[in-house]
């Protein structure tokens, strides 16, 4: 459901010329050099809207809350299926009423897998706002009680920002 009951057309117009991105991942086969559990993308959120993946094998783990060290829950390796996540934009539009999606990539339980550490390959979608949209919490995420946690930025800046700390930058 669209947040706080708006139209379901709300987000249309953000998304006419988009800067969505689409990008295959691949994990190298690793033999026996890694060991379950080891990391092979750290924990980290995405940037945009929402994220459209399609895992290709075990290994993609999810954590509900950053303070929860202990709580990475492994997703489901389903042949026909897509994760979605959400992103720190839409995080950003719905006032932090919905939270982006910590993820990381680990060696899978090796002993407990028919893939092993072998070969993994992922296409994920980035649905990312146009460049000029404004990305400022949602009338209806904010109210008296829930002020407005963040200052209107444009999409394209806000991407641009994201990917600038990322590498340890900054505008």
């Known amino acids: 459901p669209i947040p706080g009951g708006l139209d379901e057309q709300y987000f249309r117009p953000y998304f006419e010329q988009h800067q969505c991105?689409?990008?295959?991942?691949?994990?190298?086969?690793?033999?026996?050099?890694?060991?379950?559990?080891q990391i092979r993308a750290g924990a980290h959120t995405d940037y945009g809207a929402l994220t459209i993946l399609k895992t290709g094998g075990p290994g993609l783990q999810v954590r509900k809350d950053v303070a929860d060290q202990?709580?990475?829950?492994?997703?489901?390796?389903?042949?026909?299926?897509?994760?979605?996540?959400v992103g720190d934009m839409m995080r950003r539009w719905t006032n932090d009423r919905w939270a982006s999606t910590l993820h990381r990539v680990v060696v899978p339980d090796i002993n407990n897998s028919s893939n092993g550490a072998q070969r993994r390959q992922s296409v994920a979608f980035f649905v990312n706002a146009r460049g000029d949209a404004?990305?400022?919490?949602?009338?209806?995420c904010v109210s008296e009680n829930y002020p407005a946690?963040?200052?209107?930025?444009?999409?394209?800046?806000?991407?641009?920002?994201?990917?600038?700390?990322?590498?340890?930058?900054?505008?």
């Open 70 to 85: 202990e709580g990475w829950l492994d997703t489901p390796d389903l042949e026909d299926a897509l994760i979605v996540n």
């Open 149 to 171: 946690k963040y200052e209107p930025v444009t999409a394209g800046d806000y991407l641009l920002r994201k990917h600038l700390a990322s590498m340890g930058s900054a505008l």
């Open 21 to 37: 991105a689409l990008r295959t991942l691949n994990y190298p086969d690793t033999g026996s050099n890694l060991q379950s559990g």
């Open 134 to 140: 404004s990305v400022e919490p949602l009338p209806t």
